[in-house]
Structure formats: structure tokens, C-alpha cells
């Protein structure tokens, strides 16, 4: 705390180690806790999880405002290099932050098939505090980052909440589920919660400048990022899937020399430090503006002015890139400072949402959260005539199952009605469209998890249709009845073109089966 000392000199601020000293000090404990007491150390993870989170959990009542002053305060200890790398470090934050809602949204449908919802809420609650310790642990030894925007999210992450009522854990992966999902998501959903609110009107008034923009939206993307990988480990965990592993190393030797505010001032740290895995293109396959992994020996060229005068490293897989990438992005920053404005231009998509594959919804039928998400990852695969969601391994290798009517008339009538079936939700159609992909699954010799009962209940919740089985069971009985054992989504096709496509592709008698039919 700021006192005045009798000798004249200017203020200092006093440091506290422990809440006792500062309360017996008669210190105001919020901004004690914000300003002079020591987080838990990042290497206290893996030492003592149930203590490091505990040590967290004494600065619950902190608010946001508080921590914010503190990052203002030691912002201004940056040096224009350091302050650089933040600012260009912002739209790979926020692009890592949109894959990775992205990859819950597609896990939390995957998980569904898998029971998650309600296993979570029938365990035990030390049952569910072993895995959220999981998911926390995982998280924030991951990164320094990571770890330090743990105190920035004190309800969401608390452990009593999220282990006494399991359906805070469900509502809190549900909310990131954007209401609009016929197409992928492009930006980040943040959590609500009063004290941020009450911390962005704060921000507002203040009138901010370019530095206080990236300080306010570098937290708020930084505890939305950790919320989400704790989500995500924590249900990993629960379901006995493998988690992110824990590479925690030593603090490094550039962060104990920032340590020293006299350091803060003048270190400039080496590009080396800087460098950035990826390309900047936001198109190329190699881009650091999306999860992929870029092979060891991949080459990048680094922008010759940015690096000469701020040791900021730009890099481009090749030449191409770099040009396309000249125009509409870099050329506004070459070699200049950064600001907060333009980086988050630079990390908003550079091509819009793909159009949708199938017509808007019809008059009175509204899609479900899981059917919006279906066709989003239909645009980005029109080329498939239906997707399986898929069923998450022990590497964490996740893809769709594709499924393919690889004859162009059985593809084109299968459409037909799978487009209907996704306009109106109408019962037959969808039926229909169910019976269909059990039976060319069956046909084609599809293994894993494209099963008639993985298939008709992913139906279920897509269309919300409980008695979808009894309806597949139906279609089957059609398909037995019709003189020339056609499934009834190929009624239509001629008798003539149905035996050249059964002589195509060897079809047999082979009947849908259900495990307890």
C-alpha cells in the first residue's frame, strides 16, 4: 500500500507475502490481494493441486476491475518490443480461442452419444472433483498464460461450484453454443458474468487508449481460452479419454529477467522469443491462425523490415503467400508499431462463412442446436451427403464419418429428401434419411461407430424424434414388402436402373440390425 515515509522520499508501494501480514497491516484486502500478494507459483500444479487451488480460491473476491489496474500498472513496465509481441501475439489468441469453442461444440454432441450429460450428473461429487482437478491442472500447467488467467475466472472455475452442482459444469458448456449455428463460428463467445460487464463499463468510461484496449481483451480472451480447455480436459477425463499432456518446465530464463520492473523497462528480449509457429497467411495450410500441426521440417521466410526494425518475426511458408497476404493485411503494419485496432481487424476470417449446402428452415419448424451444427459442417463438406459425429479416441484423433451415396442417382434422390428433411423436419423424410444411411452403411461395409443404433440416436436428437427407432423399423418393413427390395428413399428409381445399381454394388439381402431390438 502507498504511504508516505517522513523522509521526503516519494511513495513506495509495500509488499505483502501472505493475506495475515496484510490484514494485520490494516490494509484494504482487495486491493492488497490485486496489487501486493503473490499468485501461486505455476510449478505448484502438479506439487499439491488441492493446495495450489486453494491458495487460488482465497482471491475469489477479487473483481475483475482490481486485476485489471494491476495489468495496466505493470503494462506500462513493458518495453515497445514486449508491448509489440503483445500486440501481435492478440489475433493468434483469439483465432486459437474460436477453434477451440469450435472443437466443444463438436465434442459436446459427440460426448452426448456417449452419455456424458447424465453420468455427470448421477457421479458422486468427489467423484466430480477429481476430474475437475484433472481439468484444471491440465490447463493451467500448460502455459504461464494459462495459469495466470486463473484468477480471472474465480466463479466459473471454482471447484465446490463446479463439483456440488453438476449442472453448473453442463450449463457452462452449453453456453458456448452460439445460437446461430448454421454456420461455423468466426468469433469468440465470451462468458457472461456481472463483475465483467461492470468491468467493460469501466473500461468505456475510462477512455481507454490503444494499450488499454489490448489489456481489457487480451484478459477477457485469455479466461475465456482457459475456461474452455478446462471444459474440455475435464469431460475428457470423466469420459476416460486421454487429456492434454502436462509439459510443465521450469519459468523460463526470459520471464525471471522481467521479473525486474528496471528489466520490464529496457529488455528487449531476442526474436527467437518472438517467433510464432506458422504462417501469417490466414489461408494457407500452414497458418498460424489455425490448430494445425506443421511439420518439422517446413521452412518459413521472415519479413525482412518488420524484423530489421522492431525484431518482430512475420513469417510466409513461401512467396505466394506472402503476396497474397501483402494487401489485405501485412502491409498496414510492416516494419511499423502495432495497434490494437488493426490487430483485431487482422484476426477477424479473411473469406465469409461458407453459404449453406440446404434452404433456410420452413415456417414453424425450428432446428436444434445439434441440426444447426450438422449442416455448418455440411457447408464445410458439400461434398458429403451426411455426417456421423464423431466418436472421440484415446489419441484424441476426432473426425466425421462421411457418408457417400457414391451412385449419382442414389446421391441425388437421397438429397432430395435429406434437404426436405432438414427445411421442415418432416417425420417420413427423416425417417427416411435414417433408414437410408443404416442401410448403405450396412451395404458398404462401414465399421466403427456407424452402427444403426450410433446412427438412429444421433437422428434423435438431431430432430428431437423420440420414437426415430420405431420409425427406421418401419422403413425396414417398407423396404421387405416392396417386390423389388428397394429402401424407400430409391422408390423413385427405375426398376431397370435399381438392378444395374444392385449388380454395382452386390446388394444382398442384408437386413438393418439393432443390438435389443
Not at 515497445?80 to 500486440?87: C, G, I, N, T
Not at 486421454?242 to 525471471?256: G, P, Q, R, T, Y
Not at 461407430?449 to 434423435?460: F, G, K, L
Request: positive net charge; glycine residues 4%; hydrophobic residues 40%.
Amino acid at each position: 500500500m502507498p504511504k508516505e515515509k517522513t523522509t521526503g522520499k516519494p511513495a513506495v508501494e509495500e509488499v505483502f507475502f501472505t493475506v495475515e501480514e496484510a490484514l494485520a497491516a490494516g490494509a484494504d484486502l482487495r486491493t492488497v490481494l490485486a496489487t501486493s500478494v503473490k499468485p501461486p507459483e505455476i510449478e505448484d500444479v502438479l506439487r499439491d493441486p488441492a493446495k495450489w487451488n486453494a491458495d487460488w480460491e482465497r482471491m475469489s473476491h477479487i473483481t475483475p476491475i482490481h486485476w485489471y489496474r494491476r495489468e495496466l500498472r505493470d503494462q506500462k513496465l513493458l518495453s515497445k518490443a514486449m508491448l509489440d509481441a503483445r500486440y501481435a501475439g492478440y489475433p493468434v489468441l483469439m483465432r486459437q480461442t474460436v477453434d477451440l469453442q469450435i472443437s466443444i461444440i463438436q465434442n459436446i454432441y459427440t460426448f452426448r452419444y456417449l452419455g456424458f450429460d447424465e453420468k455427470w450428473l448421477r457421479a458422486n461429487p468427489a467423484v466430480r472433483e477429481k476430474h475437475v482437478l484433472v481439468g484444471l491442472t491440465t490447463s493451467c500447467a500448460a502455459a504461464h498464460n494459462l495459469h495466470h488467467a486463473r484468477r480471472l475466472c474465480p466463479r466459473e472455475l471454482n471447484v465446490p461450484r463446479l463439483t456440488k452442482d453438476g449442472k453448473f459444469l453442463i450449463d457452462l458448456l452449453k453456453s458456448v453454443v452460439p445460437e446461430d449455428l448454421t454456420a461455423p463460428p468466426t468469433q469468440v463467445k465470451h462468458f457472461a458474468h456481472p463483475d465483467w460487464d461492470a468491468l467493460r463499463k469501466y473500461h468505456d468510461k475510462a477512455n481507454p487508449k490503444d494499450a488499454d484496449k489490448l489489456c481489457h481483451q487480451e484478459m477477457l480472451m485469455l479466461r475465456t481460452k482457459l475456461i474452455c480447455h478446462v471444459l474440455e480436459s475435464t469431460f475428457r477425463s470423466f469420459l476416460g479419454l486421454e487429456v492434454n499432456n502436462i509439459k510443465l518446465s521450469k519459468v523460463h530464463a526470459i520471464e525471471k529477467k522481467l521479473k525486474s520492473p528496471e528489466n520490464y523497462r529496457t529488455f528487449v528480449p531476442p526474436g527467437a522469443q518472438l517467433s510464432r509457429t506458422g504462417c501469417h497467411s490466414k489461408t494457407c495450410r500452414n497458418g498460424m491462425y489455425r490448430a494445425v500441426d506443421i511439420p518439422k521440417e517446413q521452412k518459413f521466410l521472415r519479413c525482412g523490415p518488420c524484423w530489421k526494425t522492431l525484431l518482430r518475426e512475420v513469417k510466409y511458408c513461401s512467396r505466394e503467400c506472402q503476396k497474397e497476404d501483402w494487401k489485405p493485411n501485412h502491409k498496414a503494419i510492416c516494419g511499423k508499431p502495432l495497434d490494437f485496432d488493426t490487430m483485431a481487424k487482422i484476426a477477424t476470417p479473411a473469406t465469409s462463412p461458407p453459404s449453406s449446402v440446404v434452404g433456410p428452415a420452413v415456417a414453424g419448424f425450428t432446428r436444434s442446436t445439434a441440426l444447426s451444427y450438422l449442416i455448418s459442417q455440411l457447408c464445410l463438406r458439400p461434398e458429403a451427403d451426411y455426417l456421423i459425429m464423431p466418436t472421440p479416441t484415446t489419441d484424441q484423433v476426432i473426425d466425421f464419418d462421411v457418408i457417400d451415396f457414391v451412385d449419382a442417382e442414389a446421391k441425388a434422390l437421397f438429397r432430395s429428401i435429406r434437404d426436405k428433411a432438414l427445411t421442415s423436419g418432416d417425420r417420413e423424410a427423416v425417417a427416411m434419411i435414417a433408414h437410408a444411411i443404416c442401410w448403405w452403411a450396412s451395404l458398404e461395409g462401414y465399421g466403427g461407430p456407424v452402427s444403426p443404433n450410433i446412427v438412429v440416436e444421433q437422428i434423435r436428437v438431431e430432430f428431437a424424434f423420440e420414437s426415430a427407432k420405431v420409425a427406421v423399423i418401419e422403413m425396414e418393413q417398407r423396404q421387405i414388402r416392396d417386390p423389388l427390395k428397394r429402401p424407400p428413399f430409391l422408390w423413385k428409381m427405375d426398376p431397370t436402373a435399381w438392378i444395374d445399381f444392385c449388380k454395382r454394388h452386390q446388394v444382398g439381402q442384408n437386413q438393418i440390425k439393432f443390438m435389443n431390438a
